[in-house]
């Protein structure tokens, strides 16, 4: 779309941030039932701690001319990250003494403590502070969580204390996705860096899709040199001077991987190689065709969704596969690899003779088995080079080895399956783990699927499934968030997709069970924030923005405004200009104010402003008659598929974002007050359709277009039967990439009324979507 500006402009969000009438998020999700509570004894520090123990006496507290004090080079080098991390949070800078003493702060190492691999001990008292574990990991993380402990608010100063601590779950991860959307080694490491100070421990990097191929394969030159690259679809592809295409490319040389890998075990995180087999292989098919299953000219893709692109089943095949892996394991020393497995639609393989002789041949009775015959034969040769593979849940389908790893997302029914079967497990269900999800019903999210998962929800998250026997839970290895980027264009997007969830897996992963609290959690969270904010980390705003339900009454004149907060914080509110503060009132019950009324309004803890800047609503009699596509609810009846879209440009900058439901282009007003309107106002444009559904496809739902190109129907709250106004569509919107249509509304029509708009007729490649709802007064 040729647009260049944003449709809602910051100072403009006012009434677009007041009223979220089409609510995403799952039904329990609520705000919490009560707000942050600190428990008794509680400490800012995520993750909380196994064992912490308050103990008389005086505590101590951390200055610049503290000593730092360590024996041995282990020992040495660990303090010497805890003085980098410390300072980096906002605290005091650390100088590492080569003096032996028992005051200030010291880090032992002692093999004969029982802390185990990744547990350590943490003692203060007036004399100063030690950190002591029988190993290097451990010691790691006991200073992390003392680096959190002189941060966040604390100004260094200590309570007397004693911490035992270790991991509930050995692996605590992260799965980054650099294949559709491509991050530095700069970004990549703050990252890592911020996975480190939360004690998680596992970075798995999905390096392959359809959209590219982003690891130097040095056998297949071709991987990088054709897979790497793809056309954006829309004006994003082109360059906006000359139209010539503007490829959007990038991959990481062997030397940058290694990089990668050594700043991640420095942090004690391995690095988990995923190489997607036999789906999600356009980019690799593109670079070198015989490996593909159709004759056709394959590119890496421009478009997202589930897409028929298959490796085929040739013994060749396989032996590429093996190559690729063999420069793979040389590369990452990590225990597994990750092979995919997921979405391999079978449609190329059931329409193909040459893979139905191939089964014939390995005695696969259907596809499931020629995929299962596949991972089979990956995981032997992984096997003969002292690695384990792991794989999606699709890859129980058809049999697995028993040596297999088994990654559930679609659910925790797969992980509960292959954990009985005595499989190891991560559990990463797409409810829960899936951090490309919004997080909030504000209509400041980024681009994402807008099932909203919060905050509150992925604390939540259990691992260990109720039903499972007591003596296969130990196959549940750990948990691990998903950071999917089809969506996710920008550094800043995944900061705010990644934060704060993360902070709530890496709890949920270290801590034991009985120790997780969430509203304590939130108590201790303001805390965290101070501490990103510091480490540069641009965490969301939004779950700490306010929210407003604004009910209105034209005829008087007046807008009652119900505050609320995803999160619980007390809300403080100002109506007459002034700035919020903690001193500003406090909100308890809803706001009736006459119109126009500007309010402002923040969350606070503890005197702290949790959010950047105060959310602003701006309420005026014309802005009651507008409605923008955020604030438009679902049309009832079959095919749901909403996503929260970005235009396809301008090439570069800021675009605007939109709400639209793929298998169904109808949205609805509800309550829409038409008494005195005569006509409804809709705003509109179009952007590319560039999603490929499988076999959801079908789902897609087109009213056959009456016209040429289709009509824009206005209809009653059922959104079916003959429309109420029906206005043609022209071929193409304007300039702008927008066009505004006026449809009469019957004169009949009285009082509160649901008003459906939906655009008729298959506009594919391109959809319509819709800007803004505007009720014109007689």
């Known amino acids: 779309m040729q647009t260049r500006t944003r449709r809602t402009s910051l100072s403009l969000l006012s ?187 596992t970075f798995h990097w999905h390096l392959t899709d359809d959209q590219g191929w982003r690891m130097e394969i040095k056998r297949y030159p071709k991987l990088t040199g054709v897979g790497s690259c793809r056309i954006p679809a829309g004006d994003g592809g082109r360059d906006p001077a000359t139209g010539a295409p503007r490829p959007y490319c990038g991959f990481y040389t062997q030397d940058q991987i290694r990089e990668v890998i050594a700043y991640a075990a420095a942090r004690h995180i391995q690095v988990i190689p995923e190489i997607d087999v036999p789906g999600h292989a356009t980019a690799a098919i593109a670079a070198y065709p015989e490996l593909g299953t159709i004759d056709t000219p394959l590119q890496p893709l421009s478009e997202w969704g589930v897409f028929p692109n298959l490796f085929n089943t040739e013994e ?45 041949e390995v005695g696969a009775t259907h596809e499931m088995d020629m995929q299962s015959h596949l991972i089979k034969r990956l995981e032997k040769y992984l096997e003969q080079h002292d690695r384990r593979l792991i794989g999606w849940d699709e890859i129980l389908e058809g049999g697995l080895p028993p040596e297999a ?99 709530a897996v890496a709890e949920t992963g270290w801590s034991p069970r009985e120790r997780r609290d969430f509203a304590d959690f939130l108590a201790r969270l303001p805390s965290q924030l101070q501490r990103w904010q510091a480490m540069g980390i641009a965490y969301a705003q939004t779950p700490f923005e306010v929210e407003a339900d604004i009910r209105d009454d034209r005829k008087a004149g007046t807008a009652t405004l119900a505050l609320r907060t995803p999160l619980g914080y007390d809300i403080h509110y100002s109506v007459d200009g002034s700035a919020v503060t903690a001193q500003s009132p406090r909100y308890t019950v809803p706001l009736q104010q006459p119109l126009p009324v500007g309010l402002q309004a923040a969350t606070f803890f503890d005197g702290q402003a949790l959010a950047k800047a105060a959310s602003r609503f701006d309420v005026t009699a014309a802005s009651l008659l507008r409605r923008t596509d955020e604030q438009l609810a679902l049309c009832p009846g079959e095919g749901k598929l909403l996503l929260r879209l970005e235009d396809d440009g301008p090439a570069d900058g800021e675009r605007a974002i939109f709400n639209v439901n793929i298998f169904n282009p109808c949205w609805r007003w509800e309550g829409a007050d038409v008494d005195g309107i005569a006509k409804l106002r809709v705003r509109a444009g179009q952007i590319p359709y560039y999603f490929q559904l499988a076999h959801d496809e079908p789902q897609r739902r087109f009213v056959a277009a009456r016209s040429k190109h289709g009509e824009m129907d206005i209809l009653n709250a059922q959104c079916d039967g003959s429309p109420l106004a029906s206005v043609p569509l022209p071929a193409t919107p304007g300039a702008d990439g927008f066009i505004t249509l006026e449809a009469a509304l019957p004169r009949s029509l009285k009082g509160a009324q649901d008003l459906c708009v939906r655009f008729t007729g298959d506009t594919r490649p391109t959809m319509w979507v819709l800007d803004a709802l505007t009720l014109v007064p007689r």
């Open 15 to 201: 009434f677009a941030l007041a009223l979220t009438l089409a609510p995403l998020a799952h039904a329990a999700d609520a705000a919490p039932a009560e707000g942050p509570r600190a428990l008794p004894g509680s400490l800012p520090l995520i993750p909380v701690p196994a064992h912490l123990e308050r103990v008389d006496g005086a505590g101590y507290t951390v200055t610049s001319t503290t000593a730092l004090r360590a024996q041995g080079d282990t020992a040495r080098r660990v303090a010497g990250q805890f003085a980098h991390v410390l300072r980096r949070s906002g605290g005091p800078t650390l100088q590492l003494s080569s003096a032996r003493g028992t005051d200030g702060v010291r880090f032992v190492l002692d093999g004969t403590l029982k802390t185990g691999a990744e547990g350590y001990q943490l003692r203060s008292d007036a004399r100063g502070v030690t950190v002591q574990a029988a190993t290097e990991t451990g010691l790691f993380y006991g200073a992390a969580t003392l680096s959190q402990l002189l941060t966040g608010g604390s100004n260094g100063a200590l309570p007397a204390l004693r911490i035992d601590d270790a991991p509930r779950f050995s692996w605590r991860g992260l799965m980054l996705d650099s294949a559709r959307h491509f991050q530095s080694l700069d970004e990549i490491k703050q990252v890592l860096d911020a996975m480190a100070e939360q004690k998680l421990n």
């Open 405 to 503: 790893t088994v990654m559930s997302w679609r659910g925790t029914e797969g992980g509960l399956k292959a954990a009985s079967e005595g499989h190891d497990v991560v559990m990463s269900p797409v409810t829960d783990m899936y951090m490309d999800y919004l997080q909030t019903n504000s209509p400041n999210e980024p681009p994402g699927r807008p099932l909203s998962t919060p905050l509150g929800r992925v604390y939540g998250f259990e691992p260990v499934p109720a039903t499972l026997a007591r003596d296969k839970q130990q196959h549940i290895l750990g948990l691990q968030a998903n950071m999917f980027t089809e969506h996710t264009r920008s550094y800043a997007r995944l900061q705010h997709n990644l934060f704060p969830r993360l902070a």
């Open 316 to 360: 060749s095949t396989f032996a590429f596969l093996e190559n690729v892996l063999a420069e793979v394991v040389e590369l990452f020393p990590a225990k597994y690899v990750h092979v995919g497995g997921d979405e391999a639609v079978k449609d190329q393989w059931e329409a193909s003779a040459r893979v139905q002789a191939r089964m014939r």
